[in-house]
């Protein structure tokens, strides 16, 4: 059974070799909301660093872990914010990995008093590899185990340029973006055949409020409702949820999924995950964790999905007094 367990994971990951895939996904997509859109860059009071990790059906072998790094900062004197990208992404026990490091420049312009828009850029450099040694094919399971296929493979890296763009409105309450991805298209193909990256779009908003009740006048509490649509090659799916904040503690729910409007064929509708968020803020910084709840027909095989994040903010107590007179932004902050 391991054997053709092994064969199996290991026709699935060539079959991920030639076919088009998509990009990681992540509950706590604000977490490293850069990673969204550029133009979240310099969305901070001054330098944020923002980290998440996923874990996605872990009950699966060698399944999917994805990583991704920020760092962003926001220059009042010339009104832009800059950003740094780093994402990592394996699947099949680190046989086929996919890495990318990326710039991005946002430019602040204030329609009204705080009322912003943002359009932004972003230019990386990928790299998509596979380590054929780790996979299992079937004349060596012929074989016992011998050498195998693998040994007359080329191919095992490529490297290739990145692009893309985003824009962002928003007012002391609300706002509203667009992120796209993959402009130029890059052919990721490991076997030397043509295999384009799809386009990928998203659009996300949502709405921030803040109250205090007449016991608590202190630690002033916040409601976020948010959303985030995205789209890539012919698959679709919609995040909506919302958290409630009060320091130092949130905590929030939110679905993954189309299941009304969209099946992707016959009996299977566009539903993925029912998630819970919890987490901290202990000073500047900010610790949180999710769980996916799957409610596809994967539900009670996959394991779900774990994810954490930190994120943090650098800056003095006088800059952001400074700042928070400027101008706010209200986008999600876990």
């Known amino acids: 059974m391991n054997g053709i367990r092994h064969g199996l994971i ?14 990681a996904q992540f509950t706590q997509f604000y977490a ?6 550029p133009a979240f860059a310099g969305t901070g009071m001054q330098t944020r660093l923002g ?45 086929l990995r996919y890495s990318n490091v990326s710039a991005q420049y946002a430019y602040e312009i204030e329609l009204k008093r705080k009322v912003f828009l943002r359009p932004a850029l972003q230019i990386g450099w ?70 384009r990256m799809p386009l990928k779009f998203s659009m996300h908003g949502g709405w921030r409020t803040s ?9 002033p509490q916040n409601l976020v409702l948010a959303f985030n649509y995205k789209a890539q090659d012919k698959y679709d799916q919609l995040d909506v949820g919302g958290y409630f904040e009060r ?29 819970v968020l919890a987490g901290v803020i202990i000073n500047d910084m900010r610790i949180g964790y999710s769980y996916d709840l799957t409610v ?19 800056a003095s107590r006088s800059k952001k007094r400074s700042m928070n007179k400027r101008r706010v932004v209200p986008c999600a902050k876990f």
């Open 51 to 95: 980290l998440a990790v996923r874990d996605q059906w872990p009950a699966f072998p060698g399944a999917f872990l994805s990583a991704n790094f920020a760092m962003d900062h926001y220059m009042p004197s010339v009104n832009s914010g800059v950003g740094l990208l780093v994402s990592h992404d394996k699947a099949g026990s680190g046989a």
């Open 10 to 23: 290991a026709s699935g990951l060539l079959a991920a070799l030639i076919m088009r895939g998509q990009d």
């Open 211 to 219: 109250f205090r009740t007449p016991v608590i006048k202190d630690h």
């Open 296 to 314: 596809s027909r994967l539900a009670g095989h996959s394991g779900g999905a774990h994810e954490i994040t930190l994120g943090y903010e650098v």
């Open 126 to 195: 990928a790299n998509h590899a596979v380590d054929y040694s780790k996979l299992v094919f079937g004349d060596q399971l012929a074989r016992g185990g011998n050498v195998g296929s693998y040994e007359y493979l080329n191919g095992t890296s490529i490297n290739y340029a990145d692009f893309g763009a985003g824009l962002l409105f928003f007012t002391p309450k609300y706002w509203v973006g667009m992120g796209f991805h993959h402009l130029n298209r890059p052919n990721q193909s490991l076997l030397g055949n043509e295999a």
């Open 32 to 37: 490293v909301p850069t990673y969204l859109s």
């Open 247 to 275: 320091n130092p503690f949130y905590a929030g729910l939110w679905y993954r999924g189309i299941p009304l409007m969209k099946r992707y064929a016959p009996g299977y509708s566009n539903r993925d995950a029912l998630a």
